[in-house]
């Protein structure tokens, strides 16, 4: 009798190791599910920022005072001629259009701010590092940029978003997906959703 007890014992002590196992593995399978369509969603949304996004970016000379000093007189020329261009421009696409268009009045107008320095203004595709504004931030990856270089262009650079007009003045600018602009104004958070799937699987097993 004892032994056949100890037999039962070590079965259903086995069965509860087992389907305590396969629960784990469950578990563990729905959370790198959740976790990589999670994250795939992510850079989803991250490329769609970085394709509806026109930045400014300005290279100073050097960095020396002087020219840093320069850079930021360019500055203040450039905003005060594009943000015309594109503080009510309808999408990137036309604010791009305004901005290629008017390329000869925004390089005279660097040109007169930059006190006899060689100036090159055009529009580009280049990368960016992201960038947290303190207000909003923006991923890493390639964006439109409308790129001012002044004399060697070695100097630390200054940039900001011509489109949505975030850098001239327009505090109500925001992207029209619904996603990207949670993504850039800080309410996307995609640790909250991974966080409530794995309690409610973990609570599903526990029941």
Known sequence: MLASYHTVLRRRTA????????????????????????????????ARVCADTLR????????????????????????????ELTANAPDKAAAVAAVRQALPRLTAEAKAASRGQNVCVRLEEADFPARDYGTFRLPAGRYTALRVELGEARGHNWFCVLYPALCVGSCGARYDDAAENALVFGGYEVRFALLDTARALASSFCS
Not at 15 to 42: I, N, P, S
Not at 57 to 63: Q, R, T, V, Y
């Open 15 to 46: 069965a509860l190791r087992r389907r305590a196992l396969e629960a784990g593995c469950a578990l563990g399978l729905a959370l790198t599910v959740c976790l990589c369509a999670a994250a795939e969603h992510t850079r989803s949304v991250e």
């Open 56 to 83: 400014l970016h300005i290279l100073a000379n050097s960095d020396t005072v002087e020219d840093q000093l320069l850079k930021l007189e360019v500055r203040d020329a450039m905003l005060g001629a594009v943000a």
